[in-house]
């Protein structure tokens, strides 16, 4: 099982990114995925999720600038940021479960210029 996330760049406050996130190995449509992120010298923390049927949650400080999609004919997750903010600075992951473990994506650094 793989995940594999990029998407990541430098941008302006004020400007958007999509992430991706790419599974291998999995039947990806049963899988409920998640992002997380980790600003610089801070702990990872959840950032939102999408269940296998669909449903999307967010963490509540993200006001909704963030928005989560899956495409499960490609296997990919996607994490649209817009609005960014330079405390949205941070590492970004995806991540899964798969028996009874979590599966972690390599991460992609988004960085936000003032």
């Known amino acids: 099982v793989q995940l594999q996330a990029f998407g990541g760049g430098l941008v302006q406050a004020g400007g958007s990114l999509r992430l991706s996130c790419k599974a291998s190995?999995?039947?990806?449509?049963?899988?409920?995925m998640n992002w997380y992120r980790q600003p610089p010298g801070k702990q990872r923390e959840w950032v939102a999720g999408?269940?296998?049927?669909?449903?999307?949650t967010y963490v509540d400080d993200v006001g909704g600038r963030v928005s989560v999609s899956r495409d499960n004919v490609r296997r990919m997750v996607y994490l649209q940021l817009d609005r960014l903010k330079p405390e949205d600075t941070a590492v970004y992951y995806c991540?899964?479960?798969?028996?009874?473990?979590?599966?972690w994506g390599q991460g992609t650094l988004v960085t936000v210029s003032s």
């Open positions: 190995g999995i039947n990806f449509r049963l899988y409920d």
């Open positions: 999408i269940t296998s049927a669909g449903a999307a």
């Open positions: 991540k899964t479960r798969y028996s009874g473990a979590d599966v």
